[in-house]
């Protein structure tokens, strides 16, 4: 397997056993924890091929950090305080356990919310079609195709602010891109097409 697992608080003692038990079954496997000495001479430990990342959860660029650059596919989140120490330090213990938790989640699905943008900027409007290899002919296809993405979104945002007609669920943006080919596109591609078909009759 060649799936990317991000564990955090990969240091402490269910992270550890965590991260061994992916390594083991072939995964590629991010620790990330506190940079703190003992942590540090855990790092040395580690089973080969496991990387480790320095990050404060508690801090959102950080967190933002350590997602963009390891680009998992899973995170598997198990940094946290736990008793008795939450106990005597309960405020950090909150920012710890529930801020910081919240945090990760946000930047993680931010991420996906990217890369399905993407996905669908292929599907809708030929994102990944481009057959040259000149920069500026692949700049403007990009950005002609970004524009035909977001002109999709916000015609399909804009249907939205008014309820569908009874019996008809909302529509999507796929379905606007196909209402706008069957509508705009096609016709004009017929009528030009029979154009060139009389003219090469003449």
Known sequence: MADTVLVTGGFG????????????????????DLDTPANRKAAKKLPSGVEFRWADLTDTEQVQRLVSETAPDAI??????????IYRIP??????????????????GRRWTVE?????????AGLDQHQL??????????????LAHAFL???TATE????????LLPLTVNEVRRLFTATIIKPAQV????????????
Do not use: Y
């Open 91 to 108: 405020k950090v213990a909150r920012r710890v356990n529930v801020d910081a938790t919240a945090t990760l989640v946000r930047v993680a």
């Open 13 to 32: 003692l269910v992270g550890t056993a965590t991260v061994k038990q992916l390594a083991a079954e072939g995964r590629r496997v991010i620790a990330a």
């Open 116 to 124: 399905e943008s993407f996905q669908t900027g292929k599907e809708l």
């Open 76 to 85: 598997i989140h198990l940094a946290a305080i736990i008793a008795p120490a």
């Open 153 to 155: 979104t916000v015609i």
């Open 133 to 146: 290899r000149r920069w500026t002919s692949w700049h403007r296809w990009t950005v002609l195709a970004m």
């Open 160 to 167: 939205r602010d008014q309820p569908p007609p009874a019996g």
């Open 191 to 202: 009528g030009r097409d029979r154009t060139r078909l009389s003219g090469h009759r003449v």
